[in-house]
């Protein structure tokens, strides 16, 4: 088909040449001659113009994902244009469940960054998260999960939990970060870099969206290691949140060792 496209653009050749599933397979590649595109517009037969019209929605989308990247990166590009190098995005994921510990992730991700559209990972498919955390594996200059138990969120609060796991994930970052973006919270106890926090920082920062996707997608496959083996309270579901199903096996089998005791209802039925 090359010859013939070249035959296009340099008048050899009219577009009526191309079979229908031709121009499909065209408009399908990267960067199609402009040229090829307009004289398309002109052939009035209707699986072209559906094909098309699937092309133009098509890149109508692309353009809008990369200005939601552009947008999402402009905050680490103003900080770049400072001098910061390795800027770490971190969130956390589980503060709310009954069960399970809070992890957190922290991800450094790189100038060059690939226009791969991370977004709040509460909105995420299994599959989509899945999908994100193999290009932040690929990609990102370093990426770290921080844990805090059950028996640690119950030893001191919640929220104290949630801070110890995030300078965890931070400490184990290589190199080590010299600005830091942080989805809510305000890190007090650490001292070694600069910090932002942000107010739904997941959904406006492009590395903390990174970082709550790679949290998530952690807990919820540690979750499900959980549930098989912790059977009836649904974790591999649930993960730990207060579902009907998992009060209902609370209820029949009292708390799990991976229950936080301190919460309510779990203390309830100790």
Not at 184 to 191: G, P, S
């Amino acid at each position: 088909m090359t010859e013939q496209i070249n035959d296009i653009i340099n008048g050899s050749t009219e577009i009526h040449a191309l079979k229908i599933s031709q121009v499909k397979n065209y408009l399908a590649q990267e960067n199609p001659d402009a040229q090829v595109i307009a004289q398309m517009r002109l052939d009035e037969r209707k699986g072209v113009q559906t094909a098309l019209s699937k092309f133009d929605k098509d890149n109508a989308k692309a353009a809008a994902v990369r200005a939601k990247i552009a947008d999402l990166c402009s905050l680490e590009a103003k900080l770049r244009a400072q001098g910061y190098q390795y800027i770490a995005g971190v969130d956390e994921v589980g503060r709310g469940p009954l069960a399970g510990p809070v992890v957190t992730g922290a991800v450094i991700l790189p100038a060059d960054m690939p226009a791969v559209y991370f977004n709040d990972s509460k909105q995420l498919s299994h599959a989509k998260r899945k999908a994100l955390v193999a290009d932040i594996e690929k990609y990102a200059i370093s990426y770290t999960i921080g844990i805090q138990s059950a028996a640690e969120i119950d030893a001191s609060n919640i929220l104290i939990a949630t801070k110890n796991a995030m300078v965890q994930a931070l400490e184990n970052l290589a190199p080590n970060p010299d600005y830091v973006l942080i989805d809510a919270v305000k890190l007090d106890q650490y001292t070694k870099a600069p910090q932002m926090s942000i107010i739904k920082g997941d959904a406006k920062v492009y590395a903390i969206a990174a970082a709550s996707i790679y949290a998530k997608e952690y807990r919820d496959r540690l979750m499900a290691e959980y549930a098989d083996l912790y059977p009836g309270y649904g974790f591999e579901v649930n993960a730990g949140y207060g579902t009907k199903q998992h009060l209902a096996g609370l209820e029949k089998l009292g708390p799990s060792p991976i229950h936080r005791k301190t919460f309510a209802p779990v203390k309830n039925h100790l």
